[in-house]
């Protein structure tokens, strides 16, 4: 799509924050959000002149394995391919930085409406169960 710029490891906690909320209802906290953004290891996001209108983030430890996370396009700009182009560039910065010949695990955790998109990029499910919870910081 034309007009759009993609920037890399920019993405800032308030613009994490709006595109959230676009999805997810009432999103994180700022001060929680910058530690996390602080410790992202890739930040993609995408924007229309000075709007954000798509993001996607990796952890990863660059050897052995990555986690991809909060992949989110703004409503009125899917379906143009850039969700495509995102995941894409997670793909290449796994590739472009880890030790040649070897197999590195890449992990998501998908709604079942979304398995489809993440299969085009050749995921698929294992049987291990996600397990999951919320630990309240004392
Ligand atoms: C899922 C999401 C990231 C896809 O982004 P997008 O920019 O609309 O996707 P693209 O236009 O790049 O689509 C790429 C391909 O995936 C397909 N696709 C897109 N969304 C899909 C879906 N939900 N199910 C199946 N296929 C899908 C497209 O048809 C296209 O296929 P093609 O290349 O064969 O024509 C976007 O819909 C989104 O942000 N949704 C809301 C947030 C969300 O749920 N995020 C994922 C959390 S798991």
């Keep these: 799509m034309d007009g759009l710029t993609v920037k890399y490891n920019e993405l800032s906690a308030e613009e994490f924050i ?3 909320q676009t999805v ?3 999103g994180p906290s700022l001060e929680q959000t ?4 602080e410790h992202t290891l890739f ?3 995408v924007f229309h002149g000075d709007k954000i209108v798509a993001m996607a983030r990796m952890h990863g430890d660059m050897g052995l394995d990555y986690y991809i996370k909060d992949v989110i396009v703004r ?12 995941i894409n560039e997670l793909l290449k910065f796994i590739n472009d930085n880890g030790i040649s010949g070897t197999n590195i695990f890449v992990e998501l955790c998908a709604k079942p ?3 489809s998109f993440y299969e085009k990029f050749g995921f698929d499910m294992n049987d291990a169960q996600r397990l999951k919870m919320m ?4």
């Design 113 to 115: 409406d979304k398995i």
């Design 24 to 26: 997810w209802g009432q």
């Design 34 to 37: 910058r530690l996390a953004m």
């Design 18 to 20: 709006t595109l959230w």
């Design 75 to 86: 409503l009125e700009y899917q379906g143009k391919g850039i969700g495509r182009m995102m």
């Design 43 to 45: 930040r993609v996001s």
């Design 135 to 138: 630990l309240q910081v004392k």
